[in-house]
């Protein structure tokens, strides 16, 4: 498996990351997270075929800018309409992300855990081996399953570049 030594890093240390880059035009990967529960399962792709998807990738939605990230999106989810659909992945267990949406009261995302295997993070390249969580990242998949947006953000504190996803997420609709 790929591995960009140094592609993250939290205050003045540096992570390798592993699995590839994604670049627009790179066909979107299936990959087959948990969703409420140990026991319940999602694909990506074919669970929200038809539809364009903005992934929101977080560490952990305990951290105050995984947090306001995550927020933030739901908000946008709110204005996008039933063609899109939004999935956060992080590595928290599925029912601390579910107390976590019951508790801000987000109801406009697909909250999905890649705490088993981190397929996800190995596939989209956001796995953050060393910390075992995911690098801080936004993508936009159109319906045909093909990345159109992609941006790893660098530094695990740093927040994404909002206004850039939603714009490129508004022109593939």
Not at 29 to 56: D, M, P, Y
Request: negative net charge.
């Amino acid at each position: 498996m790929e591995s960009r030594q140094g592609a993250a890093k939290l205050g003045e240390r540096s992570f390798a990351v592993f699995g590839p880059v994604l670049k627009p035009g790179d066909k979107a990967a299936e990959v087959e997270l948990n969703n409420k529960g140990f026991a319940g399962t999602q694909k990506l792709l074919e669970s929200t075929a038809g539809k364009v998807r903005l992934i929101n990738v977080v560490p952990s939605l305990g951290t105050g800018i995984c947090d306001a990230q995550t927020r933030r999106f739901n908000e946008e989810a709110s204005k996008l309409g039933d063609d899109v659909v939004v999935v956060t992945v992080s590595v928290d267990l599925p029912f601390a992300q579910q107390e976590w949406c019951s508790a801000k009261g987000i109801d406009r995302i697909v909250m999905l855990s890649d705490h088993r295997d981190m397929a996800f993070g190995n596939a989209y390249g956001t796995h953050v081996d060393e910390l075992r969580v995911e690098q801080r990242s936004v993508f936009v998949v159109d319906r045909e399953g093909v990345v159109r947006y992609a941006q790893y953000v660098p530094a695990i504190g740093q927040h994404p570049d909002y206004d850039e996803a939603i714009a490129a997420l508004q022109a593939v609709l």
